[in-house]
Nanobody
């Protein structure tokens, strides 16, 4: 049974940083790309980052490019999202999602087979 559990959310001031973690289990993690997406109240779901099974390939949405970094530690079964220079518009529930394939691309940012319960990130002064 695929399980994904996000952690590390919270309240941060504009310009601050947070690191989200996604603990994955129930499947061979290095066989699949993993992504992060977010959903803010009243807005559509937005795929923001994706990393290939080996970690060699990473892709980002324009909205987070240069500020967020996705990484993974397959030995620990964990995927991370380092978020820097946070803005109020980054406020959302953040989810990690398992992709269908080993690779990912910018076109695949919004497609996920499974996802976790989400972690709230609030950027406010």
């Amino acid at each position: 049974q695929v399980q994904l559990e996000e952690s590390g959310g919270g309240l941060v001031q504009p310009g601050g940083s947070l690191r989200l973690s996604c603990a994955a289990s129930g499947f061979i993690i290095d066989h699949y790309a993993i992504g992060w997406f977010r959903q803010a109240p009243g807005k559509e779901r937005e795929g923001i980052a994706c990393i290939s099974g080996s970690g060699a390939g990473t892709y980002y949405s324009d909205s987070v490019q240069g500020r967020f970094t996705i990484s993974r530690d397959n030995a620990k079964g964990t995927v991370y999202l380092q978020m820097n220079s946070l803005k109020p518009e980054d406020t959302a529930v953040y989810y990690c999602g398992k992709k269908k394939y080993y690779y990912c691309s910018k076109e695949m940012l919004n497609t996920n087979e499974d996802w976790g319960q989400g972690a709230q990130v609030t950027v406010s002064s």
